[in-house]
């Protein structure tokens, strides 16, 4: 990239956009990403069938199948073992994937951030209060400290935003924390507090910006963890609950027809790893995109 | 060095306190009663409060949590609500089967990730380095349990090279250890492949070829040595990885390990079950975070100064 002298002047923001458009594999990830998003909301649009509809006379039947309750008068994808359309379904678990992953991580982010930031500001016993916190849920292996949460709790969607924002925190945490400890040493927030300005203003205006770049890349890479996790505790039966349809649900009740039909159980696989993968590749290529020095 | 362990030793106190104490917690937000889940829903009262006052239900919590981690530390963890056993007992009979589980796919895991990361590395940039990296973020982004579901398809059904679950023979072993492996083979390519890339464009690799070194002493003795160090710590940090991953994959596989007993409690209600396991897990992942930790401060000096 043409450095050198530039009068116009480039914001960062604009110079993350710049490198991130030239890495092609994060703008695969960025646009398989947005499309997967729109299907998500516009599923009801795109589904040739309700998604709940049943259809027991067309039961497991392999994709491409005429059916009676899809617009388009095919099963695409086949039918599941209630004659439900496999597409609509998978469809529609977007939905809970995306919200999964987006509603999990604006959770671990606000928590997060404010004990990370107090954390690392303030020092102290706060500090080591927090951080000891953190430390023990880091012991837990987080799908067994998942398990516990959901059997506490019970098993619902809005119990797996729970579970993943009370372990998932705490490595935001540490890596807010790590940045603010570094930032506060800085002059300008030296000169910020000797201008009088309020903790909380030096912190919101003066640090945490600063701390965007590794957030906004933590998140990044914290949602495709979230939608495998969700995946898994449906597939476990502690996540979302049938007939609401989930890509890890669907897999949990595929694998019961695996020879009658075996495509029911590959088609919500490949819908995961696909929104994973390019969730990955963005991250990635925020991570590069961010902090340029790390490029290779 | 035997500073830094014990250093380490007396820091895990308190983590596994809390560990305790929010296994304790969780277990005790659990909506029913422990005696009414062992009686039944029609139970006498007064049986039900016969088997509180036993159970010591009836005491304040701060008493029961102080029970519950003196038993603890003395190994007894409860009896299971469904089969009487004790908890301790029916966790030791399973668990060799997930370690078992767990060190095959380690070591398909190793050896996979570390042959794929180091040859990327070398030929940067070539068709085998894009490719297996493109093949290594897939594997990670796949979820384990449909990876498994989908090996049996291929592998059971269609070829029937392999059995499809069960745990009688060394057989059956041989598919669920690759499914688990090659997950984490995935993140150590990547990492190996990362780190190796560091490695060699330091200086000492420029003297030892200046040397008039082969090349595969180069990438072998000196560069490999290196590169493994900050590869012993992804290792370390799979360990939790491998735990969970195993438990899904006995699930799946019908292998009668700690994960499958695990979720044999949740879907029975066991309570002393479930605490137990998630305890033991816990403590388990805590011990080999110490040994990743130890075991990485003796291969780099530098560690131990912090």
């Known amino acids: 990239m043409a450095q050198g002298w530039n009068p ?20 695969f990830g960025l646009v398989v990403v947005i499309i997967f998003s729109a299907v998500a909301i516009i599923a009801p649009l795109l589904s040739p069938a309700d998604p709940l509809k049943t259809d027991l006379s067309n039961r497991l039947k392999p994709p491409g199948s005429p059916s009676e309750i899809c617009s388009n008068g095919v099963y695409i994808l086949g039918s599941d073992e ?27 982010t606000a928590i997060g951030v404010t004990m990370g930031a107090l954390a690392g500001y303030y020092g102290g016993k706060v500090d080591m209060i927090i951080m000891r916190i953190a430390d023990i849920l880091f012991a837990f292996p987080d799908l067994l400290f998942y ?25 935001m945490a540490r890596l807010v924390r790590s940045q603010v400890l570094y930032l506060r040493e800085m002059e300008y927030v030296e000169a910020a507090r000797a201008q009088g300005l309020s903790d909380a203003r030096i912190i919101l205006r003066h640090i945490l910006p600063n701390c965007m770049g590794p957030i906004i890349v933590s998140v990044t890479m914290g949602i495709p963890g979230a939608i495998l996790a969700e995946a898994s505790l449906s597939f476990l039966g502690l996540g979302v609950q ?50 340029p020095r790390l490029k290779r | ?73 003395r190994g007894d963890l409860g009896r299971s609500f469904k089969t009487g056993q004790p908890v301790t007992k029916m966790i030791l009979d399973t668990f060799p089967t997930t370690v078992k589980l767990a060190l095959s796919s380690a070591f398909v895991a190793v050896a996979v990730g570390l042959t794929v990361g180091v040859i990327s590395a070398v030929k940067q940039y070539s068709f085998f380095d894009h490719a297996s990296m493109i093949v290594a973020l897939a594997g990670i982004s796949a979820p384990i349990f449909w990876v498994a579901v ?3 398809l291929i592998f059971g059904l269609h070829l029937k090279w392999l059995p499809i679950s069960g745990y009688s023979t060394p057989k059956h072993m041989i598919l669920p250890a690759i499914v688990l492996g090659i997950r984490f083979a995935a993140s150590i390519a990547r990492y190996t492949r990362s780190t190796f890339l ?3 464009r330091q ?34 940090m799979q360990i939790s990885g491998l735990l969970t991953g195993s438990f899904l994959t006995e699930t799946i596989f019908a292998i009668p390990g700690l994960g499958r007993l695990s979720i044999w409690a949740l879907s029975n209600r066991d309570f002393p079950l479930v605490q137990g396991i998630v305890l033991f897990t816990a403590v388990i992942f805590v011990i080999g975070n110490l040994i990743v930790d130890i075991s990485y401060a003796f291969l780099d000096p530098r560690v131990r100064l912090h």
């Open chain 2, 1 to 73: 060095m035997i500073d830094y362990i014990i250093r380490r030793l007396i820091f895990a106190v308190p983590v596994l306190l809390g560990v305790s104490l929010i296994t304790f917690i969780l277990l005790n937000v659990v909506p029913g009663d422990p005696a009414v889940e062992m009686l039944g829903k029609h139970a006498d009262p007064d049986a039900v409060q016969k088997i509180r006052n036993q159970l010591g239900l009836n005491d304040p919590l701060y008493v029961q949590f102080g029970r519950f981690l003196w038993n603890a530390c």
């Open chain 1, 82 to 108: 209630f004659g439900r359309d496999i597409l609509s379904r998978i469809l529609f678990g977007a939905r809970v994937s995306l919200s999964v992953g987006i509603i999990s991580q604006v959770l671990v």
């Open chain 2, 150 to 152: 989908v090996a049996q």
């Open chain 2, 203 to 236: 200086d000492y690799i420029r003297t030892a070829r200046a040397k008039g070194l082969a090349e595969r002493a180069v990438i072998f003795v000196h560069a490999l040595k290196n590169a493994l160090i900050p590869v012993v710590t992804v290792i370390g």
């Open chain 1, 147 to 171: 398990i516990g949460v959901m059997f506490a709790l019970g098993p619902s969607i809005y119990n797996v935003f729970i579970a993943l924002a009370l372990i998932g925190w705490a490595g």
């Open chain 1, 8 to 27: 116009g002047g480039t914001s960062f923001w604009k110079d993350v956009w710049l490198r991130l458009e030239k890495n092609k594999p994060a703008m």
């Open chain 2, 198 to 200: 560091d490695v060699i």
């Open chain 1, 242 to 291: 049938p007939p609401t349809p989930s890509w890890g649900n669907m897999i949990y009740a595929a694998r019961s027809y695996m020879l009658t039909n075996p495509w029911y159980s590959v088609w919500p696989g490949i819908a995961i790893m696909i929104t994973v993968f390019s969730f990955n590749l963005l991250g990635d290529g925020l991570r590069d995109a961010l902090d």
